[in-house]
């Protein structure tokens, strides 16, 4: 059976980068998967998220921290 490749939008990006940034993993090797994932997913999209506007990242920040915190 083929499967398809897995395409990625943004949304994939923005979950990679709250994925990454998120605290209380089970296990050390899920919180290194997902570290590992988002640099790859901010090459492939040419968006990086520690290079962008400090005003515009304090606020994309704030809205990851809250989605999970809930």
């Known amino acids: 059976m083929h499967t398809m490749p897995k395409v990625y ?3 994939d990006l923005v979950m ?3 994925d990454a ?3 209380g993993y ?3 090797d899920f919180k290194t998967y997902h ?3 988002l640099p790859k997913l901010e090459e492939a999209f040419d968006i990086y998220f520690k ?3 400090k ?5 994309f920040r704030a809205a ?3 989605y999970y915190s809930i």
Do not use: S
């Open 26 to 28: 089970l296990h050390e």
């Open 35 to 37: 570290q590992a994932r």
């Open 55 to 59: 005003a515009l990242m304090m606020y």
């Open 16 to 18: 990679a980068y709250i």
């Open 64 to 66: 990851a921290e809250t």
């Open 21 to 23: 940034n998120r605290p």
């Open 9 to 11: 939008d943004y949304k």
């Open 51 to 53: 290079n962008g506007d």
